[in-house]
């Protein structure tokens, strides 16, 4: 993931990387389905909502908030001074979309609470099965086929399609929490991955849901590569206990909600006052300045109450 944002940061795009994009976009699906094969059911619903309000609404605010002042330098350092860029066209995005300039990737912590909500609420309904499977052939007529007609006329914010599609990963995580490792389960997702990925190759964007190829394809393709990649790390850590993976694994949320900030830190810093353009360098830049920055941001985190 950071890896694309410092791709985008840094303005290329090229054939190989889009391929690996489309192949890899269930990598959200993914931490959702992860969150479900962790998930209980809460025996205090509004103690879960307040853990839940602490530990995702709470970062969702301070690093938006930090994110935007970095933004607002940004902006002044280029030479902007129009009151629209600085208040406006943000507080528009973050209306429509869940998420701002100063820290766009963000919208994953206030997606993830309301599925986290909305699946404490799931869990205790008798027919959540069936009522998953409505809601989402609804969604797929509505939106993604427009079956009755009216889906261009809806102007819905980001986070409602997106909540949406989040909880059936986190809920089909949750109900195969005892299967996912059954071999049979992982031969069936490799039989059905792998000309899904040769041949049909449905791309979607999570935060926007925005689909390229059939919805239901995708989310067939999205699930069997959930199962694969959970057993294939799963291997690696039992296998050969990998350090580097451990370390990320325990800090990979720190470093999700810092590393926007820091890439705009590095433009600041480093591009503006060198006028650096060179695509290739930029990407050094940002890749090496986040290696080098999250490690010493992230130690500095473990020592305040914020806690993701």
């Not at 940004?74 to 030479?79: A, E, Q």
């Not at 980001?158 to 990963?169: E, T």
């Not at 705009?264 to 890749?287: D, G």
Request: proline content about 3%; overall charge positive; aromatic content about 20%.
């Amino acid at each position: 993931m950071m890896f694309g944002h410092t791709m985008t940061w840094a303005h290329i795009s090229t054939p190989a990387y889009e391929a690996v994009r489309t192949a890899m976009s269930f990598y959200l699906g993914w931490f959702f389905f992860k969150g479900g094969l962790f998930a209980k059911k809460a025996p205090n619903e509004m103690d879960y909502f307040r853990v839940s309000l602490r530990r995702l609404v709470v970062p969702f605010i301070i690093f938006t908030a930090i994110g935007m002042l970095f933004y607002w330098l940004d902006l002044y350092v280029m030479g902007e001074r129009s009151r629209f860029l600085y208040v406006t066209k943000p507080w528009r995005y973050f209306i429509r979309r869940g998420a701002a300039y100063g820290n766009l990737p963000l919208w994953f912590l206030l997606t993830l609470f309301f599925v986290r909500t909305l699946f404490q609420r799931l869990v205790r309904f008798r027919y959540a099965d069936w009522l998953m499977g409505v809601v989402i052939l609804l969604l797929y007529l509505v939106k993604y086929l427009d079956f009755f007609g009216v889906a261009h006329n809806m102007v819905f914010p980001h986070y409602l399609y997106n909540s949406i599609v989040g909880l059936l990963f986190f809920w089909v995580g949750y109900r195969l929490k005892q299967q996912t490792y059954d071999r049979r389960l992982l031969i069936a997702s490799v039989i059905i991955l792998i000309p899904l990925l040769v041949f049909i190759r449905p791309n979607y964007f999570f935060r926007s849901s925005i689909v390229e190829g059939d919805f239901m394809v995708f989310l067939l393709k999205a699930v069997a590569e959930c199962i694969v990649f959970t057993n294939l790390f799963r291997l690696l850590y039992r296998r050969f206990q990998m350090r580097f993976l451990i370390y990320v694994g325990e800090h990979a949320m720190e470093y999700f909600a810092i590393h926007w900030i820091l890439l705009y830190l590095l433009h600041i810093a480093v591009v503006v006052p060198f006028t650096v353009t060179n695509q290739l360098a930029l990407l050094c830049i940002y890749i090496l300045g986040l290696a080098l920055l999250l490690p010493a941001v992230s130690a500095i985190l473990a020592r305040t109450s914020i806690k993701l």
